[in-house]
């Protein structure tokens, strides 16, 4: 039996993805956890709590999700074992019978926030924003408040909660995506359409990035994503996550890394999984 957690409480995008996920790997015998941080999330499969969290870690508009980066990075020792892609729909909920003028503050979670900003700028540029740890427990705060109050989220978190959606798809782009990763004790087996993340930071040198992404080209192998998050050392330090087309028991990748690892001042492989289809 597996043990999977997602940031809760229900109505999440976190849940959709996590039974999208449930769906597609066919998996059969599990149970699932709520938490209500995604940093809680992680660090309970890093306790053995559970032995798989749905954590998001890019959304197409509004870029990463800085929590589940930093700690991957810094303070666990797990793996990326799969990814799944959702399509994000934002709407706006509010308690049901409740004037829409009446409307003074905004709650949600940061991404959401930030894919909506063109939504909100435009139409309440005077709200307070408040942020909390979930679309869903945005949703379960209007619901309970006085109708001064409208949530961001999904057209499930409306059902769960019984709002009204005043106004749908108001992300700032109807392309809206979010890719979650699979964080677990171990990554998986090779399927042959495998990717692969690492972290590293490089040498205070001239043309130490340069030299650590060469590698890859020498070995052609393909580079899907690179972010750079700060070392938190020291203003100006950064560390850079890097995702490759391949598997960590590919010859080419695996003679690629070696040489990454050589290279770079602190190094860290973070898992080779199935591509999400
Ligand atoms: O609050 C939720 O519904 C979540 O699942 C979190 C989260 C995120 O952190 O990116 C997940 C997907 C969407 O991009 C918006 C919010």
Not at 109 to 130: D, E, L, T, V
Request: charged letters at 25%; glycine letters at 6%; hydrophobic letters at 40%.
């Amino acid at each position: 039996m597996i043990k999977i957690g997602y940031l809760g409480p229900k109505g999440t995008f976190s849940q959709e993805a996590t039974l999208r996920y449930i769906e597609e790997r066919k998996i059969e015998d599990y149970e699932i956890y709520e938490y209500n941080g995604i940093s809680d999330l992680i660090f309970a499969v890093d306790n053995k709590e559970i032995d798989e969290g749905v954590a998001p870690i890019e959304n197409s508009l509004e870029g990463a999700v800085n929590v589940t980066l930093d700690i991957l990075a810094a303070d666990v020792n797990l793996m990326i074992k799969d990814e799944i892609v959702i399509s994000i729909v934002q709407n706006l909920l509010i308690k049901k019978g409740t004037d829409p003028d009446k409307i003074q503050c905004i709650i949600s979670h940061p991404q959401p926030i930030g894919q909506c900003r063109k939504f909100i700028n435009s139409k309440y540029p005077n709200a307070h924003i408040k942020y909390v740890y979930s679309t869903a427990g945005a949703a379960e705060e209007v619901a309970q408040g006085d109708g001064s109050k409208a949530a961001i989220g999904s057209a499930i978190a409306a059902n769960v909660y019984g709002l009204e959606m005043l106004e749908k798809g108001i992300q700032d782009s109807e392309i809206n995506a979010t890719r979650f990763a699979v964080i677990a004790r171990n990554d998986s087996v090779r399927t042959g359409n495998d990717k692969t993340s690492i972290v590293f930071s490089t040498e205070d040198k001239p043309g130490s990035l340069y030299r650590i992404l060469d590698i890859f080209n020498l070995w052609d192998i393909n580079m899907t994503r690179i972010e750079s998050r700060p070392a938190k050392n020291e203003l100006g330090k950064y560390i850079f996550f890097i995702d490759l087309l391949g598997h960590k028991d590919d010859e080419d990748l695996k003679d690629a890394l070696t040489m990454v690892k050589r290279k770079s001042s602190f190094y860290k492989f973070l898992g080779s999984y199935p591509i999400f289809a």
